[in-house]
């Protein structure tokens, strides 16, 4: 096997990401016009996406790692919405885009439409998580987009299998396809249900950072495998382990938080940058099997599905967001009035992604009785332009969209003294089990170790307070601030003087090892109250 293609698209595709940072192009947009831009440069090897490769091994843990940064609580306020795009807006992106590409596209069946239509109907959850990100949308508008991502998958899914079963002659049922989506989607749900309560346990119960980690990396394939081998939906299963263990990540070991952030960050990165760079670089082999066609006729109908995709979500979203209140007085009376603003928004920040073309490469060859499936290349061609066209054309003008949208921007004041005010709660309750304990003889300490614990006790608790307070003339920042960057200079210093200890053979490395450590996690500690 040779691995250096695989090493040039991961690391070629990590370089690109990180120069994007310095950059006001979100990422993926930079690595997918990358992508397209190298796919025909001499000496480039040819890059096939595996959809053997991308489902099973890829969007589990993309999948994970959003489904655990995601808020449980807001997940389930805005279920409503969420589930009316999730599951409402593909299924009718699925009717729509088919249509349309049934009565364009000359000789093309409505089945093999409907495959299309189902390829092209989900948002990707990487995509719509960076942009979001990046361009900082209003915090519902966020959540509904993630959650719609994170579920919209299983039902694009299980839609391409019931349309593919009947364009290749399987005699697929409307009461079919109906259990077909009902047991994929319990299926998925109740494996997710059961194996996140003990696979939370293995997480609170495993001494060891190591095998905790080790045990993280291989959450999302078992949730997947396990759903897919009882013919449920893996996605959803992974999803629902996901947010489960994202809610209880409080439970679990402090130094298994710490390792396991800084890794998911790291894998998240690398297969997320090489998912892009792979869209791109698709490019030649889409449009190897368009000789058939001629160009005009194939832009004409990549043009066609890319505004019914686009306009199937405005037709969808609206009605969606306001019909709703129209009907129930409940949801008037739970829910704030949407704006005018957030249903523009919400339709337009709907990127495709690589679970789209993923899906559009398994189509099968040939159909029953070994006939070619019916236009089998065009529907990668246009499954290929419409996730190029919605990334490259929403993706850059979705920044400009929601400034001129002019939602109300984050109080940073409001969220400080928040945070404050939470600090000094969880400040008082600690300080009363400090002298609960002090005060039985098993925890007795020398006076100035017990000051110690009550002076770090007070400084986390005025903290927050001193970031709404004066800042230093100088240098602009807060007594807090200051606090912060003289420990790390006093941290580098400890560390230097290791260092040399090591070097003058006055410590061997092993001890030098658990002195950087206590210092790294300290050095961490002060980084993430700063980032923070």
């Known amino acids: 096997m040779d691995v250096m293609p695989l090493l040039l698209l991961v690391a070629g595709s990590a370089g690109i990401a990180g120069a994007a940072r310095r950059t006001p192009v979100p990422a993926p947009l930079l690595l997918v016009a990358v992508g397209l831009a190298v796919s025909y440069v001499p000496g480039v090897p040819h890059y096939t996406l595996d959809p053997e490769v991308v489902l099973p091994l890829v969007l589990p843990p993309l999948l994970y790692k959003e489904g655990t940064e995601s808020s449980y609580l807001d997940l389930r306020a805005q279920m409503r919405p969420v589930g009316l795009l999730s599951i409402g807006y593909v299924l009718f992106a699925t009717f729509a885009v088919g249509w349309v590409a049934y009565l364009v596209v000359p000789g093309l069946p409505l089945p093999a ?130 947010v489960y263990l994202g809610h209880r990540a409080w439970e679990v070991d402090f130094a298994t938080r710490l390792q396991e952030d800084a890794v998911w960050r790291m894998v998240a990165f690398l297969l997320e940058s090489a998912v892009f760079a792979l869209i791109g670089l698709q490019l030649p082999t889409v449009l190897k099997g368009l000789a058939a066609y001629h160009g005009a006729d194939a832009a004409w109908y990549a043009i066609a599905v890319f505004f019914v995709v686009v306009a199937a979500r405005f037709v969808w979203v609206y009605p969606a967001a306001f019909l709703p209140r129209m009907v129930s007085r409940r949801i008037r009376e739970r829910e704030d009035n949407p704006t005018w603003r957030a249903p523009i928004v919400t339709s337009w920040a709907a990127m495709r992604g690589v679970v789209s073309l993923a899906i559009a490469f398994s189509i099968p060859l040939t159909v029953h009785g070994g006939a070619p499936f019916p236009q089998r290349n065009l529907i990668l061609f246009l499954t290929f332009t419409t996730v190029i066209g919605t990334l490259v054309v929403q993706g850059l003008t979705l920044a400009p969209l929601i400034r001129l949208m002019r939602f109300p921007g984050r109080d940073p004041q409001a969220e400080t003294l928040a945070e404050a005010n939470a600090q000094a709660q969880a400040s008082r309750a600690a300080e009363s089990r400090l002298d609960d304990l002090l005060a039985d003889d098993r925890n007795a300490l020398p006076p100035p170790l017990a000051d110690r614990l009550r002076a770090v006790l007070e400084h986390r608790r005025n903290a927050v307070w001193e970031r709404l307070g004066q800042t230093n003339p100088v240098t602009g920042e807060s007594v807090d601030d200051t606090y912060r960057r003289l420990s790390r200079e006093m941290i580098g210093a400890e560390r230097e003087v290791f260092v040399k200890l090591r070097d003058h053979r006055y410590i061997d490395d092993e001890m030098l090892r658990v002195l950087l450590r206590r210092l790294d996690l300290e050095e961490a500690a002060a980084y993430r109250e700063e980032a923070g």
């Not at 899914?157 to 079963?165: C, F, M, P």
């Open 113 to 242: 439409a409907l495959v299309l239509g189902a390829v092209v109907a989900p948002t990707d959850a990487v995509a719509a998580a960076a942009i979001a990100r990046r361009v900082g949308l209003p915090s519902r508008i966020t959540t509904i987009l993630q959650g719609e991502s994170l579920l919209n998958d299983a039902t694009a899914i299980t839609a391409y299998k019931v349309a593919l079963a009947a364009a290749v002659g399987a005699g697929a049922t409307w009461g079919g396809g109906v259990g077909e989506f009902l047991r994929a989607a319990v299926g998925g749900v109740v494996v997710g249900l059961v194996l996140m309560v003990p696979i939370h346990w293995l997480r609170t119960h495993l001494k060891e950072a190591l095998l905790q980690n080790t045990l993280s990396l291989l959450i999302p394939f078992v949730a997947y495998g396990v759903a897919e081998q009882f013919h449920g939906s893996g996605v959803l299963a992974v999803v629902v382990v996901a």
